[in-house]
Structure formats: structure tokens, C-alpha cells
């Protein structure tokens, strides 16, 4: 049994104009050159950079930026003895996806400009300052703060650490929010 010819019609914008186009079934000649060959992903074609050999991941770059977070839409709908403690978390998470770290350490200015108003009212936005950061060994560590005369909290201190980076998250107070970007500092 044969198929008929599938009819579409197609309706221009205006609608006056109406057309029908018949398709024809057409068969395909597939031969062993046209088709893809194999690669280590899958039969998808070959991207320049897997040629290269891979490309190092920015993730491993200590890297220093300032954004701004907008609370209010993180903290809409929360029960008023939930907002402070759910902008804490939101922010802490923002930090882990922005910066690709599962470590993040917060200042305790920032906690403390989070708290400020108290656990209802929420402060509507904040800009925070994200530092990815190189956790050392300990006695690397402690040789570093007798040099410069202070010890940094920066550096995680905890020996055999999972994650060799680490996101330290502080606050930079502003007047205003207005015509701020997010702005990634000079590498010191």
C-alpha cells in the first residue's frame, strides 16, 4: 500500500494568502564515508579545544570579585524568623556557584550587615567582595603569618584538605546600588 503525500498548509501573517505544499517522501543513500566517525565523545564531532589536549579550568585561578546580591527576591515569601537566617544561606550559596567552591567562609562584618536590622527586616540588597583563595599546608601557613606579622583567614588551615581553593566572602558597604557592576579586582 502506498502513502499518500503529506499536505501542510501555511498561513502568511496577513492571512489573505494561502498555499499548499506536498512533500515527497525521499530515501536516503547513507554510505560508510558519510557518516561520523567515532570520537571519545560519542559520535559527536570534534571540538579545536579537544585537539589541543584540554584547557585548564579557571576554577584554579585565585581570582577576586565584588557583586551584588539581591536579597529581597531570595527572602520574598519567607516567614518573618526565617528571612535573616535564609539570606545568610542564599548568599553562601551564591558564593559557592559564582566562585565553583563547596568551602565558603563569610565575615563576621557580613553576618553582621545581614543581622543588622534584625531577623525580620532583611536589608533589600548588599554588595559582597567573593576572594577565591589557595588553602596551604599549616606550617606554610604559620610561617606566612610570622612573616607578615598577622595571620591571614584566608588560608585553610586544616591539613589534607579535600579542596585545594576556598571562597572568603566579605562585605563593601556603599551608598547606593545604582550603576554598580560586577567588577573583578586586579590581581595583587
Known sequence: MRKKPVTKL???VCGIYRTTVKFQPRTLFITAASQPQPTAHGNRPRHPQDMTGGKRSALQD????????HLHKLV?????????????????????KSMGTTDVRLDPKLNQ????RGVKT???RIRVKLEREYSIDHDDHNIKGLLCGCVTGKRNDEEGAKEKLFTYASHVPVTSFKGLQNTVADAE
Open 10 to 12: 501555511f498561513v502568511i
Open 62 to 69: 585565585v581570582v577576586t570579585r565584588e557583586y551584588t546580591i
Open 76 to 96: 520574598h515569601g519567607r516567614s518573618f524568623k526565617k528571612r535573616a537566617p535564609w539570606a545568610v544561606k542564599s548568599v553562601v550559596e551564591f558564593a559557592r
Open 113 to 116: 550587615a545581614l543581622w543588622a
Open 122 to 124: 532583611v536589608p533589600h
